[in-house]
């Protein structure tokens, strides 16, 4: 999706705008309270995850076509059906095993996939959902009982990570929406991007000498491999690898897979990407600008898959692959499941083509998301990762 002036975006309607304003003053209080400024990360973080006004808790219609974009679980069931060839190949290998979907969404990949592992014979006891939203949570609710009610039981919701947990982790899209600290290479010093407000009320930016160990770390390892120009700005997600320790710490036996848009960190930091990777998106446009509409617009940034496949073996997981999406499905069997379609059902075999081609073509989705497998004490590897293993390139 090619981003677009933030000038050019449709206009939310009475009820969105409030809404947006109502955000936009808890926000302003935050800043109040800490002083006249808050980091970026925790802007990110109150416009996104806000309890009842957050982007990601209140009740906007975010997936799908009558949203603001669409996942590859939307796009077609081809992607859930290659993830459950992915899953049974892992489950096998397990005594028991469960599958926890970390952020749901819609529900649509947990009921495709769970409709697909009981045709192959390899449901999971229970399909764990972790997601902080209750208005998501009542839709997958809704999706599941459409879609496959007799399976509905095997469904848990769940508000934390178990202690141990044996069997796959599945986190479509979840690492970009992630809360991301912003920094800049200043002339003298590594400086934070901190957000206040102007005397019109509207939020702006203001870089402060980076003082969090993390973050001037990150930066300096970054800094050794190739070195950033003065005025480079971009992002660095100590959360993610916060998540990713907490992963390893319960997975006891089984894998994860981890989907998302990113680059290895010789990609990430680029002369050419100076302006940091943020992307927000409202009604399927994208573009650059996280102070508008607070609450009502999805803001991510790209994922530095290195630094997660180090923080994971740093944990004791087994960085298994790293792979495109296109390779993975077609690792995943795509081929022989394509294969079942009949071409003289012509409407469903033209719309599943279709599907497939946005999810593998280089100019849809095939080469910007990518997919980053970890396991513990499993014998074999995945097969998601046998045509193409790009563990080289991370």
């Not at 796959?168 to 934070?192: K, S, T, Y």
């Not at 081929?335 to 012509?346: F, M, R, T, V």
Request: net charge negative; charged share 20%; hydrophobic share 40%.
């Amino acid at each position: 999706m090619q981003p677009q002036a933030a000038n050019t975006l449709p206009t939310p309607g009475t009820a969105e705008q409030s809404h947006s304003d109502q955000l936009t003053q808890v926000i302003r209080n935050e800043i109040d309270n800490a002083g006249g400024a808050i980091p970026f990360d925790r802007f990110m973080e109150l416009a996104l995850y806000a309890p009842s006004l957050g982007y990601y808790v209140a009740g906007q219609r975010k997936f799908g076509a009558t949203g603001d974009f669409i996942t590859s679980p939307e796009i077609s069931p081809i992607f859930a059906h290659c993830l459950a060839r992915q899953s049974q190949q892992i489950l096998k290998q397990l005594p028991t095993g469960e599958l926890l979907e970390f952020g749901a969404g819609s529900g649509i990949l947990a009921a495709d996939l769970l409709a697909e592992l009981e045709q192959l014979g390899s449901l999971p006891e229970h399909y764990l959902i972790l997601d902080i939203s209750p208005d998501l949570r009542l839709r997958q609710q809704e999706t599941l009982q459409q879609k496959v009610p007799h399976l509905l039981s095997r469904v848990q919701w769940i508000d934390r990570l178990p202690e141990q947990f044996c069997g796959i982790i599945i986190a479509n899209e979840v690492l970009d929406a992630m809360p991301v600290q912003r920094f800049r290479i200043g002339d003298e010093w590594i400086e934070e991007e901190f957000i206040t407000y102007n005397n019109q009320g509207e939020f702006t930016t203001l870089y402060k000498p980076a003082d969090t160990p993390g973050l001037i770390q990150r930066i300096d390892e970054i800094n050794n491999l190739q070195p950033l120009p003065v005025g480079y700005l971009s992002e660095v997600n100590q959360r993610a690898t916060s998540w990713i320790r907490a992963l390893a710490a319960s997975l006891q036996q089984g894998a994860v897979f981890l989907i998302d848009y990113g680059y290895p960190q010789r990609e990430f930091y680029l002369p050419e990407r100076s302006t940091g990777t943020l992307m927000c998106h409202f009604q399927h446009r994208a573009h650059d600008d996280p102070f508008k509409l607070v609450g009502l617009q999805d803001i991510t940034a790209y994922v530095d898959f290195s630094a997660i496949a180090d923080t994971a073996h740093e944990a004791g997981l087994r960085v298994d692959g790293f792979a495109t999406q296109a390779h993975f499905l077609m690792s995943c069997r795509l081929e022989q499941i394509l294969a079942k379609s009949d071409p003289d059902d012509l409407i469903n075999h033209l719309e599943l083509m279709q599907g497939v081609k946005k999810l593998t073509l280089p100019s849809e989705m095939g080469e910007r998301f990518k997919v980053l497998g970890l396991s513990r004490d499993l014998e074999e590897e995945p097969i998601g990762f046998s045509l193409m293993n790009m563990l080289d390139h991370l």
